[in-house]
Every structure is written in structure tokens, then in C-alpha cells.
């Protein structure tokens, strides 16, 4: 995996969830990991491969533990939905979902999910292969001309995140742009304009790096072989035949009600700020949509059994490949990290897990309205870790922080980059 202070954080500090700003922090933002101590799991509660009841002692723990987490991570609010097949369910919402009116969080309230937005467009496109309009090996010039590489790049490659595209969510000149007015508005050339700016980064398959360029494409290529809208084509074609109602592909910053404020420190001073308002075009197939808790809950054993999809597909879909992080592989839009198959989401001022075990068809989702690290992790990652300690102990999800390594910079880019963030201007990593 390649991974540079060039590059959006989540590159670095996740396989998923790249969906988000890194602007100037605290010290205490930067790379590395820690987490909170959670109670840890005994032999009475689960096993290595078995899942527990959900009973009241266990979720007591599991209250615990998420209360830890709000408390260490200074999370505002957060929804927690955990269920497998007769070991009962645990859904309960901790904190506020408003910090300046107090408004408690509630399971029923609508929230933005960031790149978990991947697995929907994928999902889109993956239907079209099914129906034979598209093929996981064309080239991505077929469909969109101008791509840099586009005539040796296939769908596959932009699915996996092995296209070797600049990711333009880390171009300097686009985080400038929206952070100075995040609530204008972005089209899909814009953002593409950004990302070829710059020349390629590795021949595609060589290697993994994950760019949200690659889903914008492939959201081009859904509308053009699919005959409408993106937008429309996933509330008619994924949506409502997974049977989702709170889920959608907003077109600007519509946001359905009721909804939770959401809080992030990626700003232009570094300081909190909500982002409720804020438009996400900038993320459009790549990380624009707004769901509900019990949607996601239902969503991810659609999502990893392949519900909508042929088996020979969904088996294409699942092929995951290694990355360099440790417990986690990459296929095409979903990941798999210690046996969860899902994936994660992040966008200022909003984060989501969304993920299933197959082994005991468990399934958590988690939704939270904050995306500030805390001690260099994701706070949906130490929420995942929390619960998953105590109800599957042989597989704890977890996304451990990458170091950042300094790799020469494309010939188009400053030649070298501060090893700590200015004060004065955003800067990517």
C-alpha cells in the first residue's frame, strides 16, 4: 500500500474509510494507535469461534464498552445495532445527537455514511455485469475517455483500488476549495479534474491505494451503461430490491429528517465545527449517502451473501486481496478484516461500520456523528474493536494505524512536504 503525507488520512490509517479531510490537528492527531481498554472477553460470554447470547449480562458489557469508548474518544453520540441468529439483538443509541440543544441520539435518526456509499455504487455496477451492459475487465477508456492510463486501467482495477489514479481528495487545490466553502457544490469532472492533475501513481494491479477517483468512474460508468442517474439507478436497482427505506443518494446537501448534527475539527482553523449543512457532493459515488441504523443492520448480509447478485459474481466480488495491513484484504468495494465483510465510512463530521461474520451471521453496524481521531484511531474503528472483544474474541475488527513513510512525490507535486502539518493551511496526509 502505498501511503504519504500527500494522501487523505484514511489511506494511511484505514483500508476503508477514505472518505475525509486531513487539515491541521493537535499533536495529539497524528499518526499511530492506541485504544481504550475494554473489558476483556471470558470463556462464559464466547468463544474463539462461537457468538454469545445476547443477554442482559452481556450487554451490560457491551454498555460498558461503548461508554468507554464515547467517554475516551470524546464522541458525541453513537448508535449501536449487533444481532446474529437466535443469540438475540442488542440496538441502543449513547449521547447526544445535538451538542447544543442536548437532543439525546436516537436509533431512528438519519446520518451520512461516508465510503460505506462505495459498496452501493459497486454493488450498481456489479448488477451490470450480471445483465451483461458491463465487464469487470473493459477498460475504463471504453466508457470514459481522458483517463489518465485509461486504455490498460479495468472496471476491476477502479473497484479494488488498484488503478494506480491520483486520489484528488488529496490534492491540495480541492481541499483548499471545499474547505473554504463546504457547502458548494462539486461535479464529477471537477473531481476528476483535480485527480488528473496528477500522473499515475503505479501501473494498475501493481499495487494498492485507495482513491476515491476510482469510484467516481465507476459511478460514470454506472449512468452511462445504465441508462439514468446514479442517483436513481441505486434508490431503483440496489435500494429497493434490498429492501432499504431510510437509505438514499442525495444530489446536494438534502439531508431527510430527523437527522444528527456531526462534528469534525477538518476545517480551515483546525477547530470544531458542525458540518451538518455541509454539501458532500465532493464525495458524490464515492461517499455521499444518507442512511439510518436499521437500514445498514439489514444491508450487510445483503450486501455479503450477495443477495442482489449472481453467485459467480458475488464470488468475483469477494475475491479479496491481501493489503499490507495486517488482518485485511480489499475486494472489489468491500473489505474483509479478521472475517468481517463490510466496510467502514468517514466524511467530516460523520463515521459508520457496517460489517457481517459469516461464520456466526453476526451483524454490527455502528453510525456516529464525529470523525475527529482520538490517539491517531478512527472512533468507529475503536467501537468496532470494543464490541467485537467481547462477542468474537477470534475476530476482533480492528484497522491498525500504518506509520506514514516518506515516498517520492510525483514529479508534479512539491518535492517535499513539512513533517507535521502548518497552522496556517490545510495539507493532505
Not at 46 to 57: K, Q
Request: charged content about 15%; some cysteine.
Amino acid at each position: 500500500m502505498r501511503c504519504s503525507q500527500s494522501q487523505w488520512r484514511k489511506t494511511c490509517v484505514g483500508v476503508a474509510a477514505a472518505a475525509m479531510l486531513a487539515v491541521p490537528m493537535s499533536a495529539g492527531s497524528a499518526y499511530g494507535a492506541t485504544t481504550p481498554p475494554v473489558p476483556s472477553p471470558t470463556a462464559s460470554t464466547s468463544s474463539s469461534t462461537g457468538f454469545p447470547e445476547l443477554s442482559p449480562a452481556v450487554a451490560a458489557r457491551l454498555d460498558t464498552a461503548v461508554r468507554q469508548v464515547i467517554r475516551e474518544a470524546d464522541v458525541p453520540g453513537v448508535m449501536v445495532s449487533l444481532s446474529a441468529p437466535g443469540k438475540g439483538s442488542y440496538v441502543k443509541a449513547f449521547g447526544v445527537a445535538d451538542k447544543t440543544s442536548n437532543a439525546p441520539m436516537a436509533p431512528n435518526l438519519y446520518m451520512r455514511i461516508g465510503s460505506e456509499t462505495k459498496t452501493f455504487t459497486v454493488t450498481a455496477l456489479l448488477e451490470l455485469v450480471d445483465q451483461g451492459k458491463v465487464g469487470l475487465d473493459d477498460p475504463i477508456s471504453k466508457y470514459i475517455p481522458g483517463v489518465p492510463n485509461g486504455d490498460k486501467i479495468k472496471l476491476r482495477d477502479l473497484a479494488d483500488m488498484r488503478s494506480g489514479l491520483f486520489n484528488y481528495s488529496a490534492d491540495d487545490g480541492f481541499v483548499k476549495a471545499l474547505l473554504s466553502d463546504p457547502k458548494q457544490t462539486f461535479t464529477p469532472q471537477q473531481l476528476l479534474d483535480y485527480a488528473f492533475k496528477h500522473p499515475v501513481q503505479f501501473q494498475p494491479g501493481q499495487d494498492f491505494e485507495y482513491s476515491n477517483t476510482n469510484l467516481i468512474l465507476l459511478g460514470l460508468v454506472v449512468e452511462k451503461a445504465g441508462g439514468m442517474p446514479l442517483n436513481e439507478f441505486i434508490a431503483q436497482k440496489v435500494v429497493k430490491p434490498a429492501g432499504l427505506s431510510d437509505t438514499s443518494l442525495p444530489t446536494g446537501a438534502d439531508f431527510p429528517s430527523p437527522h444528527a448534527h456531526g462534528y469534525t475539527n477538518q476545517t480551515l482553523s483546525g477547530k470544531i465545527a458542525d458540518t451538518t449543512d455541509w454539501n458532500p457532493s465532493w464525495a458524490w459515488a464515492a461517499g455521499a449517502m444518507v442512511s439510518s441504523l436499521s437500514d445498514l443492520h439489514s444491508w450487510a448480509p445483503t450486501l455479503a451473501t450477495g443477495k442482489l447478485l449472481s453467485a459467480k459474481t458475488q464470488a468475483e466480488r469477494l475475491k479479496t486481496i491481501p493489503t499490507p495491513i495486517p488482518g485485511a484484504s480489499y475486494g472489489l468495494g468491500i473489505f474483509n478484516i479478521q472475517g468481517w465483510i463490510g466496510h467502514n465510512g468517514s466524511l467530516p463530521g460523520y463515521e459508520s461500520l457496517t460489517i457481517y461474520l459469516p461464520e456466526s451471521k453476526a451483524t454490527l453496524a455502528v453510525v456516529l456523528n464525529t470523525d475527529v481521531l482520538h490517539n491517531k484511531s478512527e472512533p468507529s474503528t475503536l467501537f468496532g474493536q470494543a464490541i467485537t472483544r467481547i462477542v468474537t474474541p477470534g475476530h476482533v475488527y480492528n484497522i491498525p494505524v500504518i506509520e506514514p513513510r516518506q515516498t517520492t512525490p510525483p514529479t508534479s507535486q512539491p518535492s517535499s512536504r513539512p513533517s507535521s502539518p502548518p497552522t496556517s493551511s490545510p495539507t493532505s496526509r
